[in-house]
């Protein structure tokens, strides 16, 4: 799987897909461990609308980038782009996701203004990374609340203007 592609992906698919891999290394060093023919993970609109998220947030992030200068840009990158986006691993994607969604909705962390500084924009993220957060923690939400399109439009209508 090409790793541009990767980094867009939803959390329970980066998951499945690490669990699957570890899987089948650990059935490389013991032939009798059964590795199932097909992830354990089911697509839907939920994961579509999450993975658009996280092209979007990289899209500010690049966007911000560019607007940089000198030594600026290149930190930015390095300390930004590059530490939330530039994992090799599946595992390393998820936890840099999951990074993510904890330092957005932790009520004091300034994390999610360095990442993206422009208010409005940053506004946008942390309301983006509620919806992904209610999607996975069911211990902070009471229960699992899929991303709908309703959901996600309204998000896009909030913050993005055709001006």
Known sequence: MEKGTANFMSI??????????????????????????????????????ESMIWVLTYALMLRHQEGLQGFKKVWYKLKTVDELYGSLSYSGLVQKR???????????????????????????????????????????????????FDAFDALCDEFITDE
């Not at 897909?17 to 461990?33: Q, S």
């Not at 962390?109 to 923690?137: E, N």
Request: net charge neutral.
């Open 12 to 49: 329970p698919l980066l998951t499945a897909l690490r669990r699957h891999y570890g899987d089948v290394e650990d059935a490389a060093i013991d032939p009798t461990i059964d590795v199932p023919g097909e992830l354990n993970f089911i697509p839907g609109p939920g994961a579509d609308l």
């Open 98 to 148: 999951i990074h993510m969604m904890f330092s957005t909705n932790y009520p004091r962390s300034h994390k999610p203004g360095g990442w993206i500084p422009d208010p409005v924009q940053c506004k946008w993220f942390r309301k983006a990374m509620a919806l992904v957060s209610g999607r996975l923690m069911p211990i902070l939400h009471g229960s699992i609340k899929d991303i709908t």
